[in-house]
């Protein structure tokens, strides 16, 4: 079977995690999620919970070399030997240069980079309602996506608390970094011939059974 090797683009709040939750379970690949990880490194203040913590705070994005290591590690890994999701990065022109040429030198290239795509008041109206898990990030939503119990993560049991950049101030500044910085990625997938879109504003079932329904055209189309 061929490499499935994947990234996930679109504004803050679209749906990234909520779709890659699915994909995962679907395809069996490793799932690299760059704001998860630079959470759970702010958490532990880790090297890199330092060296990310401000930039985050503001919404704005932290430094390409940061993150780019991260990833790059992550990528040639023995678990991503068969593919990989990846959510969130790259978010830069120079990050998915750098993709480009961290696959090269492996001598693999990407399968495709899914957009979802929402405009602005869906992803404020998304990101305010947003709860996460304080154990794993599990996501859910206080009108789209409720817990059974108020507060409480379905699946651990554990508390479920607001994303510190999911204040009304700092989603206004992360929506303009999206528009200035990581926009210009469609263009760059779309000359690619890469770029296969996806209307977030759908729900989360439909969302997920137009991505599988693209990912096994494309499966067919590269055994050809
Ligand atoms: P990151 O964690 O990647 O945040 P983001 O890109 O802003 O995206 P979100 O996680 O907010 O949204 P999502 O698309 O995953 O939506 P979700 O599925 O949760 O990055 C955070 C920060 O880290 C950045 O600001 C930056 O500082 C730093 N960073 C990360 N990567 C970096 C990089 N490469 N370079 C530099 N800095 C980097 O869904 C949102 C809500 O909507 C949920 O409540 C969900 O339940 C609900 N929902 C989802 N789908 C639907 C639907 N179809 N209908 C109704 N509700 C839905
Ligand atoms: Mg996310």
């Known amino acids: 079977m061929s490499e499935l090797n994947l990234i996930l683009l679109g504004p803050p709040g679209a749906g990234k995690g909520t779709q890659a939750g699915r ?24 090297e890199l919970g330092r060296a ?18 991260v990833i ?3 990528v040639d890994s023995a678990e991503a030997r068969d593919g990989f ?39 404020i109206r ?12 599990h996501l859910y939503h206080l009108d789209f996506d409720p817990p059974k119990h108020d507060g ?3 699946r651990d049991g554990s508390r479920l608390i607001q994303r510190d950049d999911d204040k009304p101030e700092t989603i206004k500044r992360r929506l303009e970094v999206y528009h200035e910085q990581t926009h210009p990625l469609i263009d760059y997938y ?8 996806f209307d ?25």
């Open 152 to 154: 409480k993560c379905d």
């Open 23 to 46: 994909l995962v379970e679907d395809f069996d690949l490793p799932y690299y999620a760059t704001g998860d990880i630079l959470r759970t490194a702010v958490k532990n203040e880790t």
């Open 85 to 123: 999701i990846l959510d969130g990065f790259p978010r830069t022109i120079p990050q998915a240069e750098a993709l480009d040429r961290m696959l090269g030198e492996l001598d693999r290239r990407l399968t495709a980079a899914l957009l979802i795509d929402a405009p602005d008041e869906e992803v």
């Open 200 to 224: 977030g504003c759908r729900t989360q079932a439909e969302v997920h059974d137009h991505i599988r329904a693209t990912l096994a055209t494309l499966r067919l189309e590269s055994e050809l």
């Open 126 to 137: 998304r990101l305010s309602g947003r709860r996460i898990c304080v154990q794993d990030q």
């Open 52 to 69: 990310a913590k401000q930039n985050m705070d503001r919404g704005e994005l932290v430094p390409d070399d940061v993150i780019t290591g």
């Open 72 to 74: 790059g590690e992550r």
């Open 190 to 197: 779309e000359q690619a011939a890469l770029l296969r879109r």
